[in-house]
């Protein structure tokens, strides 16, 4: 069993499939490392239509493709989780569950985590009306009604969205003010959006796809149905940043690691792509990041010694 | 005939192409212009492997398949030159030889161009052996005999990029020494390339494909002839940049235009996506900055008043 590697990325995302497939194309030793199945976030996304080359495709079905055309050059090791990294003299020793790799470059590219709204059948209706990505699914809810479950800059961006595009957009939110900018704010108003202040979504309810929420007002302690056709969840995102911060990788205020333009992280030779690097939660961006990241790593190994 | 836009986009190649898909799916009123026809350098390529999703495809295809797919949401005229912009009071006017078109925001995504070597042969065999890109293409020569063409750092890190990925390479230069980095000549003079100095290719040769070179060295006055399958060339590239620096739009000493992260440039409401911005010249790269700078546009014009 071969331990020793040029390069060793965490997380078979996008991002971390696509950095796999440039990775060993440009001759590193390369392995990929996935602690559940490739392909992150995206296996979640019902209908993908902004991929450039893909007019329409299921999340799982682009994930399947990349994950063939990147096993043709690298190996994705499914279900090995990394437990820690250690750094010593040019080297990063990566502990997973089931053995130990050296490797001289590290790609992190863990993504990031919804936070959950809490309300029932929000796990039940993903894809098939519940979302986490206005720019990723709001096109499809054009000329619909949906709701957004938030108050903070990313809902408020998610709600200008959904009306800019022409959906009939209601911002639930469980304070009386929202916690966004103000310009955000006065964007708000001065839209057609409506808000529905103290509330909170109990419940998504629906046959085969949502057709409502019910809402529980905060305040009065009252109950009322909303019949929708979309519910927006945008109550934050958690990078999944523990192995970076471990060993000295910098965040951002959000958890969000601060790479340049080529990827580097601000230890030598580790590198961060997708959707851990915060900015645009888009596929066509994890993969660039994802192969700018190993080209960076091919660069650096190449002008060590 | 529609006039005026929140987003025009010069170029159509794939950053504009993505920066016109995303623009509009955005609600942005957007356009795109192109002088020739869509794709850019991409119709040259004959198979793309690395292109996430797509095993293998020629890249007029990927180009014809992103074209219908953008063309979905927003028009691409193209043939339709664009001769000068001129910014005036939070608008862009931009004056193409068939019209006159008023944006708030504009996305230069002109692309660049390859200097030629001037070899006989080197429009002719252009995917068939001829190359500008090694990354893109290098690993079709895998256990073949290549030369490159170049000895600055580009022509270096590519012949050192086939050398590594397991080409026999030859680097032709025209001078006695390199123009790369210091530590690329060492990585060069500790590697298994060849250098052929004081030469230039007269001709590339072969039936349907490449076969070989005939070589010219320039201090003997001798012609040799090399059997090879492959010639990459890397003397430079040229950013079609001259509609950005009219404008003021800054670049850097190689002509790239200077952007950050989100794709702005130096002047409110003017981004640049793709290889006029130097960096690696990938498609998905190309695709995702189109993606963030249309992104960046839709922002910018939402905290316009």
């Not at 990349?66 to 437990?83: A, D, P």
């Not at 709001?138 to 998610?158: H, L, M, P, Q, T």
């Amino acid at each position: 069993m071969k331990k020793d590697y040029d390069l060793v990325i965490v997380g078979a995302g996008p991002a971390g499939m696509s950095a796999g497939m440039y990775g060993a194309r440009s001759g590193l030793e390369t392995l990929v490392l996935e602690k559940g199945i490739s392909g992150g976030l995206s296996n979640e996304a019902p209908e993908i239509e902004n991929y450039p080359g893909f007019k329409n495709v299921r999340g799982m079905e682009l994930v399947e493709k990349m994950k063939e055309q990147v096993s043709e050059y690298v190996e994705i090791k499914e279900l090995e989780n990394v437990e820690r990294i250690e750094l010593k003299e040019n080297q990063a020793v990566v502990f997973t569950e089931k053995g130990v790799y050296v490797s001289k470059a590290v790609v992190m590219s863990m993504g990031a985590r919804h936070r959950k709204s809490g309300a029932k059948g929000e796990d039940e209706f993903l894809g098939r009306g519940v979302s986490y990505c206005a720019t990723c699914d709001g096109f499809f809810f054009k000329g619909k009604s949906v709701v957004v479950i938030g108050g903070g800059d990313s809902a408020v961006r998610e709600a200008l969205h959904l009306n800019n595009i022409g959906c009939d957009v209601t911002v639930i939110h469980r304070r009386d003010k929202l916690r966004a900018e103000p310009y955000l704010q006065n964007k708000l108003e001065q839209s057609s959006v409506a808000i529905l202040w103290d509330s909170v979504v109990k419940a998504i309810a629906g046959d085969k796809k949502v057709e409502g929420v019910v809402t529980h007002n905060k305040k009065t302690g009252k109950d009322d149905e909303l019949p929708v056709d979309g519910v927006f969840i945008s109550v934050g995102e958690e990078p999944n940043n523990e192995l970076a911060t471990q060993i000295g990788v910098t965040v951002d205020k959000n958890g969000y690691i601060i790479t340049d333009k080529s990827q580097r992280t601000n230890i030598e030779r580790v590198y961060a792509a997708g959707d851990i690097t915060g900015g645009v939660r888009q596929i066509v961006v994890a993969c660039a990041e994802g192969a700018i990241a190993a080209l960076a790593a091919y660069d650096d190994l190449l002008a060590l010694t």
